[in-house]
């Protein structure tokens, strides 16, 4: 099998103010794959996802990005390999309208500014909306604000994403859009980690990798 | 101390950013320094907090006193190269002292960040303070924690956007900033719309009166520092008028 996209290797993680710690003795995930991360509301699972993407530092063991360690690189770095869609996702929207979202970080990077916008129109066509690309993201919709949040995750084109609790206040109109998205991300061998305790979503992608968190202890 | 009222707390902040301010000479500033580091600990404020939070000003607070020291080119020559004079003693005097005074009001303000909210509105209503200034107060106190939180998690996304913020240019990193802060001041926004909506919905100001089950007594200790503190504080600026003045 190829070098998995995330590793974690005997890592342990403890909130410096709080007693609560992780501790996850083996964790693997490939592009291409989903996986379930499963559990009780604070046994853990937000701080395994932030864990695996680098957020948060191992205080012991090691995070493995496509066989590096993750120490090497700076946030920005590990931005191009992972990407991590908060559970209030207009916690990481910037901009005032959704074509500039997905633009400005092109800019500020100095990238080439048609093609970063050719890429963010065809992103906006992709998950339905190009429609909506002069909007102003305070007057969008949670599922609509969570796919543009995808789709600024996009612009990286990373190899995996962690969708933190992604159905929460949506409607079932806007969670079968969010299955499509997902379903269309998995076509693209983009690899997913969707933290959940819906019935729905387990149910959905009983097919996937369960990994289960209890108590701060990871059960792969 | 730790258990002292809000109000004499409140009290011993005024005396003590009263003197950072009136202070000129370093000196005098570098005692009041130690006597506001001894006032913030006996007060009940966490050292070690306190000390990894201070560290995060240390670049700002050098830069500061840097910046007085080379651009006040008033007094005697203290550091010469040639024929040109680098430091002088009006500039060093008066870097040193902004340095040190950035580091009293921040002991100053770890006094009351060891404090319950509900006990800071309470001494401000025992003060004759309106009870909807005091509660804005308390509320500030309540969130500032929130935007901390929404500020780290706004940075760590927009990083993970692949942003390497060492790498940005200062012209880009002010507007990167300016997007940056849009969420976390449209949050507060919206978090203070919540929460006034709220407390309409729980009878906030229905009534023109509000009575409070809590009520803060002082203690000896309490009588003896609010005697105490005004008299140290007539008594150090006479000192200083005296003795400190450069």
Redesign the interface.
């Known amino acids: 099998m190829n070098t998995p996209v995330i590793c974690l290797q005997n890592a342990v993680y403890k909130y410096p103010k709080g007693s609560f710690s992780l501790s996850c003795p083996a964790l693997e995930l490939y592009a291409g794959q989903i996986s379930l991360i499963l559990g009780p509301n604070g046994s853990g699972k937000t701080t395994l996802s932030k864990l695996a993407?680098g957020?948060y530092k191992p205080d012991s063991g090691k995070l493995l990005l496509n066989g590096e360690p993750a120490s090497r690189f700076?946030?920005?770095?590990?931005?191009?390999t992972?990407?991590?869609l908060?559970q209030e996702p207009?916690?990481?929207?910037?901009?005032?309208n959704c074509l500039e979202e997905l633009t400005?970080?092109g800019e500020?990077?100095g990238e080439d500014k048609q093609q970063t916008a050719v890429l963010a129109e065809n992103l906006l066509k992709r998950f339905g909306l190009f429609e909506l690309r002069e909007r102003s993201i305070?007057r969008l919709s949670r599922g609509e604000k969570q796919r543009l949040a995808l789709c600024?995750?996009l612009?990286?084109n990373p190899a995996y994403i962690i969708l933190d609790e992604p159905t929460t206040g949506l409607d079932k109109q806007a969670r079968q859009v969010l299955y499509e998205t997902i379903d269309d991300l998995l076509t693209n061998s983009v690899g997913l980690a969707v933290i959940s305790h819906d019935h729905e979503v387990i149910s959905r992608y009983a097919q996937a990798k369960i990994i289960k968190v209890a108590n701060g202890e990871v059960q792969p | 101390m730790k258990t002292c009222d809000p109000r004499t707390k409140l009290l011993s902040i005024l005396v003590l950013t009263s003197l950072a301010i009136i202070f000129r000479n370093p000196l005098w500033m570098l005692g009041l320094a130690i006597c506001s580091l001894f006032f913030a600990v006996a007060m009940g404020s966490d050292f070690t907090r306190f000390i990894k939070r201070f560290r995060h000003f240390i670049t700002l607070l050098i830069g500061v006193a840097f910046i007085q020291i080379i651009f006040v080119r008033t007094g005697t020559p203290m550091l010469t190269i040639g024929d040109f004079s680098l430091v002088y003693s009006d500039g060093f005097n008066r870097g040193v002292a902004t340095g040190i005074r950035f580091f009293v009001i921040l002991c100053a303000a770890s006094i009351m960040s060891a404090e319950n909210h509900r006990r800071v509105t309470q001494s401000l209503l025992q003060m004759k303070f309106p009870y909807v200034f005091a509660f804005m107060m308390s509320i500030a106190f309540r969130f500032l924690p929130l935007f901390a939180t929404a500020f780290t998690e706004a940075l760590t996304a927009l990083q993970l956007r692949g942003i390497e913020l060492k790498e940005v240019p200062l012209g880009k990193k002010i507007r990167l900033f300016t997007y940056l802060l849009l969420p976390v001041i449209a949050e507060a926004i919206i978090k203070a719309q919540d929460l006034a909506i709220a407390m309409e919905a729980r009878g906030f100001r229905a009534l023109p009166q509000r009575t409070s089950l809590m009520q803060l007594k002082f203690k000896p200790l309490d009588i003896m520092l609010i005697i105490a503190l005004p008299l140290i504080f007539t008594a150090v600026l006479y000192s200083y008028n005296i003795f400190g003045g450069i």
Request: proline share 0%; glycine share 14%; hydrophobic share 50%.
């Open positions: 993407c957020i700076s946030l920005g770095k590990i931005g191009k992972v990407g991590y908060f207009g916690r990481q929207l910037f901009a005032t400005f970080v500020i990077k305070y600024a995750i612009m990286q």
